[in-house]
């Protein structure tokens, strides 16, 4: 399985500041996921991320508040904009697996916005 | 209604035990069965994998899927105190990536 890697692990945010959230993958990958998982509650898919092209974004999800780069096969950014508490959660990034219906997840990034 | 429903335990259960944990859903069109486990402060780490229904076996872990009560099952036999964890059942319609996860069922063996 591919070997993947997020920094910061943690970090504790004022509100209406920025925060990028960088995932590094051991492999290249053609698909890159971002989701948030917040306390007691399932993962949910922020968006999804393919090299070469705009990030899909699901539905409760824009751009604006979640912009996302990957300018590679093995990298990717989430960046969380004007920080409310609401955003609290942990922010994990994960990419294709074998079987490809499957995914391979990173450590996450728990995020504290005061 | 969600989508993926899962008692969020905790369920506490004496080393040796077998362990059963499971999910219902709601959408029938649901092709790919996963389960995960994820180890507090860590990210979840695939356990197994099944398409459409029946059973699958790996070690110590067994996962049941039947299509017809739209209902999942992973069984864990023998659980040892490093189970101790939060399982999460996953499951998407097709090879379209977006899997829709259960909120997770956190289990504790007692040694």
């Known amino acids: 399985s591919a070997v993947i890697s997020q920094k910061p692990s943690r970090d504790i945010c004022q509100r209406g500041t920025s925060l990028t959230i960088q995932c590094q993958v051991d492999?290249?990958?053609?698909?890159m996921f971002w989701y948030r998982q917040q306390p007691g509650q399932s993962l949910t898919l922020i968006a999804t991320?393919?090299?070469?092209?705009?990030?899909?974004?699901e539905s409760g999800f824009v751009i604006d508040k979640f912009p996302i780069s990957r300018p590679n096969l093995t990298f990717s950014t989430l960046t969380v904009s004007n920080m409310s508490p609401e955003d609290s959660s942990i922010y994990l990034c994960?990419?294709?697996?074998?079987?490809?219906?499957?995914?391979?997840f990173g450590p996450g990034t728990r995020l504290l916005v005061l | 209604q969600k989508e993926v429903e899962q008692d969020p335990g905790p369920l506490s259960v004496p080393e040796g035990a077998i362990v059963s944990l499971n999910c219902t859903y709601s959408?029938?069109?649901?092709?790919?069965f996963m389960w995960y486990r994820q180890y507090s402060r860590k990210g979840p780490e695939l356990l197994m994998y099944?398409?459409?229904?029946g059973n699958k076996e790996d070690g110590r872990f067994t996962a049941q899927v039947d299509k017809s009560s739209k209902y999942i099952s992973l069984f864990i036999r023998d659980s040892q105190p490093s189970d101790s964890a939060t399982y999460l059942c996953?499951?998407?319609?097709?090879?379209?990536?977006?899997?829709?996860f259960g909120s997770g069922t956190r289990l504790l063996v007692r040694p």
């Open positions: 959408n029938s069109a649901f092709q790919y």
């Open positions: 099944t398409y459409s229904s």
């Open positions: 991320a393919n090299q070469g092209s705009e990030a899909t974004y």
């Open positions: 492999s290249q990958v053609t698909m």
């Open positions: 996953a499951m998407s319609l097709d090879s379209s990536y977006k899997l829709i």
């Open positions: 994960s990419v294709e697996g074998q079987p490809k219906e499957t995914q391979y």
